[in-house]
């Protein structure tokens, strides 16, 4: 517990973190009663016109495979329930309320930084209905979030950060090893902070701590220990989309997925594809300007 002790120290002096949005906050609250009401979350969200639209082209794409189109977030709800709908609402709020234009001089893509994320949410998403359908909405929101606290770093502390990303481009090391060296911890230490002060339950902040070395998670609840590996292997994947080192990190997912055994490893071009396609549908809700797409994919 050492490095969280470094971390609240130091999120304890930044001003500028990533906030949960007060139309999450609203629906959290909403969540958190004994008993949740549809109507009242539809109600929430329809005092937001742009998320709401958001909301209907999400469950209206491929991703989620719907026979009928849906035309009203009340009819979303009552068609996938309320955990389908408030993550997306979360997503896009988050997304929307934290996203950066860019810091002059530190050399951070803010561009590159959402269309991963984006990419790990499908990518956990698709795994985890293989192995844990019932949790495939959660593993969306973590694959969106799990790198929250790498914006943290780069906003709090941009002259800090600038050594992570000289550190990383000069290739002695990944981002999480950069910021080790430089800070004494890691994004994944400051996001588990991050989740857990907003008030998201554990299964989104242990996860998140954990998704670069998910055998940390030995004697946690098998559903974290399970998200920690998909998040993991969504983030390897992911990689293969964004690094010029695509043989690399395909090796190292084939690798950890056969060591993790959740899925058939022949599974892997077949993920792969839906990502691409599901994620390309994604990027234009996000409202993130990522310049040619056929040039990322």
Not at 126 to 132: D, F
Not at 166 to 191: I, L, N, P, S, W
């Amino acid at each position: 517990m050492k490095p969280l002790l470094t971390v609240d120290k130091l999120m304890e002096g930044v001003r500028n973190l990533p906030t949960l949005p007060g139309i999450a906050i609203k629906i959290m609250e909403a969540m958190r009663k004994d008993r949740s009401n549809l109507r009242e979350i539809s109600d929430i969200l329809s005092v937001d016109p742009p998320l709401s639209a958001k909301i209907l082209k999400a469950v209206n794409s491929p991703l989620y495979r719907l026979v009928k189109p849906v035309t009203s977030v009340h009819h979303a709800v009552t068609l996938l329930g309320i955990n389908v709908v408030k993550n997306l609402a979360l997503s896009f709020s988050i997304v929307q309320t934290n996203k950066q234009p860019g810091t002059a001089g530190t050399g951070f893509n803010y561009a590159l930084f959402w269309k991963t994320s984006i990419i790990s949410a499908v990518t956990s998403k698709l795994m985890a209905k293989k192995v844990l359908p019932e949790l495939a909405e959660d593993a969306f929101v973590l694959g969106l979030l799990h790198n929250i606290g790498t914006l943290a770093l780069q906003n709090g502390c941009p002259d800090q950060y600038a050594l992570v990303v000289e550190e990383m481009r000069d290739g002695r090391c990944c981002f999480h090893e950069a910021e080790q060296h430089v800070f004494g911890f890691t994004h994944a230490d400051v996001g588990e902070y991050l989740i857990q002060s907003w008030g998201l339950p554990e299964r989104f902040s242990i996860p998140t701590r954990y998704h670069h070395n998910p055998e940390g998670t030995e004697g946690f609840k098998p559903e974290l220990q399970v998200l920690s590996k998909i998040l993991h292997l969504s983030s390897l994947l992911a990689e293969i989309f964004t690094s010029p080192r695509k043989n690399l990190h395909l090796s190292l997912l084939e690798y950890h997925v056969k060591k993790y055994d959740l899925f058939d490893p022949d599974c892997i071009p077949e993920i792969t594809e839906e990502t691409e396609k599901h994620a390309a549908d994604m990027f234009p809700l996000f409202e993130i300007e990522f310049g040619s797409e056929e040039s990322y994919i």
